[in-house]
């Protein structure tokens, strides 16, 4: 009885301390992998002294995008853009975010092409664009594969996520918004494409209560009505029409991919 007493004493010792360790121990993997996202941007050399044109991609695919950006002939699709009169889209320096892992492997070859090229590129794959740093679900479509997988979301309720009977894999989350407001100034010029499905009525908003129009100068968005509920499609509204009114061009944008 005494022995057991002391093994039962014994476990209730040291069973949270190991626990408490594993917290630990997976809480600074997480910030490490957040970090690694914030610190991406201060790893490409740019003049501390001259505005920078910057295009963030938010959904960025295989760099599918940033090819109509830098209209390449072939291009998936085409869109103008915009830029300052004092650089041209090749000048621009490029950030692509994209949370589906499938493209891991082609955001990686793009980058290496593109920095042969001589363009300045960062990468952030498998990270989900939100309004918090830490973990969050994401749910891969497995079915469109002739089109990209284009139906991966943070939304479970979307179409091909149910079709793809996803049950969700737990990946980096970004407050990207507070990633813009940390890598990128006033004097630049920053054009924020955003295409992730559905996940645009949670960021929106948060762009709004976060000042992001501080350094954001366009920012274009593929809205997917379909997957939100009336109230946050209400809410996205009243943050588009605060945004617009400090100053950010929000004009109408469709990839068609």
Not at 28 to 39: H, W
Not at 45 to 54: E, F, G, L, M, Q
Not at 149 to 175: C, M, P, Q, R
């Amino acid at each position: 009885m005494i022995v057991n007493r002391k093994f039962a004493l014994l476990c209730a010792i040291t069973v949270p301390v190991f626990v408490l360790i594993a917290t630990f121990y997976n809480t600074e993997l997480l910030s490490n992998a957040v970090n690694k996202v914030y610190t991406g941007a201060s790893n490409l050399a740019v003049d501390p002294n001259k505005p920078r044109y910057i295009f963030v991609d938010l959904g960025a695919n295989r760099a599918d995008s940033l090819e109509a950006f830098l209209q390449h002939e072939g291009a998936k699709f085409e869109y103008n853009f915009p830029e300052p009169s004092w650089a041209k889209h090749d000048d621009a320096e490029i950030h692509l975010f994209e949370a589906n892992p499938v493209f891991n492997a082609d955001l990686v070859n793009a980058k290496q092409r593109y920095l042969s090229a001589g363009k300045k590129i960062q990468i952030y794959p498998s990270t989900v664009c939100d309004k918090i740093d830490g973990l969050r679900t994401f749910y891969l479509d497995t079915v469109n594969t002739g089109q990209d997988f284009w139906g991966s979301s943070t939304y479970a309720n979307h179409n091909d996520v149910i079709k793809s009977k996803s049950n969700g894999t737990e990946l980096t989350a970004v407050n990207i918004a507070r990633w813009l407001l940390m890598n990128t100034l006033p004097r630049d010029f920053v054009v924020v494409k955003m295409d992730i499905e559905g996940a645009e009525y949670d960021l929106v908003p948060h762009f709004a209560e976060m000042g992001v129009w501080t350094v954001v100068d366009h920012l274009l968005i593929e809205w997917h009505e379909n997957l939100p509920t009336e109230q946050a499609k209400e809410v996205a509204k009243v943050a588009t029409l605060k945004l617009k009114s400090e100053g950010v061009q929000m004009p109408d944008y469709s990839s068609g991919a």
